[in-house]
């Protein structure tokens, strides 16, 4: 497996992940949705846009946008950016962004190159190092975006469990391809 491909995999796995995430919190009430927790982002409902931030903001660097935002991101920070304004307001709106987003993942996933790998994006830190232009080859921003969705998807998980959901989205990599594995060995 080249190393292209193996990072087209995580991302796969990424956005399997993400769609049974989403799946489950569409089986929550509201209150569960925007119970406080300790861990996370604070709810399963801000833990679930923070993922989905991450995801977007990463993509629009990968494509050149050295200072991507969310609408909503950064209230108070940037000019004219208000407290929720433009924030993404419903599940079914957050299912709908996110499906769009992944299509634009698989077209940029689809043109990645080993060579692309080694080079640098710039992105404006919107974290530590607030502000400042920071380079990161292509490829551990790749990994990173996997890795961050990894961790918070176990914390939205724990949240999940605290919540009371007995059926717990399926999340492990091994599941999906034991999932595929099934498909293929039927169509064969």
Same mark, same amino acid.
């Given at each position: 497996m080249t190393s292209v491909a193996l990072i087209q995999r995580l991302h796969q796995h990424r956005r399997w992940v !993400?769609?049974?995430?989403?799946?489950?919190? %569409?089986?929550? &009430?509201?209150e569960q949705l925007h119970r406080s927790f300790q861990i996370g982002q604070g709810s399963i409902w801000k833990s679930l846009l923070h993922l989905y931030a991450g995801e977007f903001?990463?993509?629009?660097? @990968?494509?050149?946008?050295?200072?991507?935002?969310?609408?909503?991101?950064?209230?108070?920070?940037?000019?004219?950016?208000?407290e929720g304004e433009g924030a993404i307001a419903s599940l079914p709106e957050l299912a709908q962004k996110w499906a %769009?987003?992944?299509?634009?993942?698989?077209?940029?996933?689809?043109?990645? *190159?080993?060579? *692309?790998?080694?080079?640098?994006?710039? %992105?404006? &830190?919107? *974290? &530590?190092?607030?502000?400042?232009? @920071?380079g990161t080859r292509r490829a551990d921003v790749l990994l990173h975006v996997c890795?961050?969705?990894?961790? /918070?998807?176990?914390?939205?998980? !724990?949240?999940?469990r605290h919540a009371g959901i007995e059926k717990l989205p399926d999340t492990m990599l091994i599941t999906l391809?034991?999932?595929?594995?099934?498909?293929?060995?039927?169509? /064969?």
């Open positions: !993400n769609e049974n995430l989403l799946a489950t919190a %569409k089986s929550l &009430s509201n903001v990463w993509l629009e660097a @990968l494509w050149g946008d050295e200072n991507p935002l969310t609408p909503g991101d950064m209230p108070g920070r940037l000019p004219g950016n208000q %769009k987003l992944d299509e634009r993942w698989a077209l940029y996933l689809a043109d990645l *190159s080993e060579k *692309s790998l080694d080079e640098v994006v710039y %992105k404006v &830190s919107t *974290s &530590s190092g607030f502000g400042r232009r @920071l890795t961050h969705a990894q961790y /918070t998807t176990a914390q939205i998980v !724990n949240m999940l391809a034991r999932q595929e594995a099934d498909v293929e060995s039927r169509t /064969t």
